[in-house]
């Protein structure tokens, strides 16, 4: 396993915890110590593979991600191809929510709803779940027409939250 490594705009891909620290002791602002070692050593050790923030200063970071790739150009044309093939998945599951099915669904939704305390007079996020059959022409106007409907009720404070249609906060059934 390699490691690739990103300082600002100074980045790397190296071969172990060893060549890293000569890295990153040749930054301007990285003073390498002992700390920075053991993350090091404990992430490759470790079966995480997202990537691992190592503090620098206060508030600065360098980052390391852990990759198969042997040199940065496989890299970068692996992420480059793992992001396009993400935005196609992405996509085709949106055409598959616009996709026509007319006739009603079950919906469910849970949403924040916010909630004034009446003594306090403070106000707070509520998981509340809204159950309902929905006339629509796909799970995109199902979606649409839950979230209208519930945006436009007057007992529902317009700060309320609602999730995604992607979420696993709605849910949905084509009854037919």
């Not at 940065?72 to 793992?82: D, I, R, T, V």
């Amino acid at each position: 396993m390699n490691l690739y490594l990103r300082y600002f705009d100074d980045e790397t891909l190296v071969h172990s915890v060893d060549e890293a620290l000569a890295f990153l002791s040749t930054l301007d602002d990285v003073e390498v110590n002992n700390n920075m070692r053991q993350e090091l050593e404990k992430f490759m050790q470790s079966s995480a593979m997202y990537p691992k923030h190592v503090k620098v200063h206060a508030r600065s970071f360098f980052i390391a991600i852990k990759t198969t790739a042997a040199t940065m150009e496989e890299f970068k044309a692996k992420g480059a191809s793992q992001n396009k093939a993400e935005k196609a998945a992405q996509k085709e599951a949106l055409a598959q929510f616009a996709a026509p099915q007319p006739g009603w669904y079950a919906a469910k939704l849970t949403f924040k709803r916010v909630i004034q305390m009446p003594d306090t007079l403070k106000s707070h996020y509520v998981d509340t779940p809204f159950i309902c059959k929905v006339k629509a022409q796909s799970t995109q106007d199902c979606y649409e027409k839950v979230v209208a409907h519930l945006r436009s009720r007057a007992d529902i404070d317009p700060r309320s939250q609602y999730p995604s249609i992607k979420s696993p906060s709605f849910e949905w059934n084509f009854l037919g």
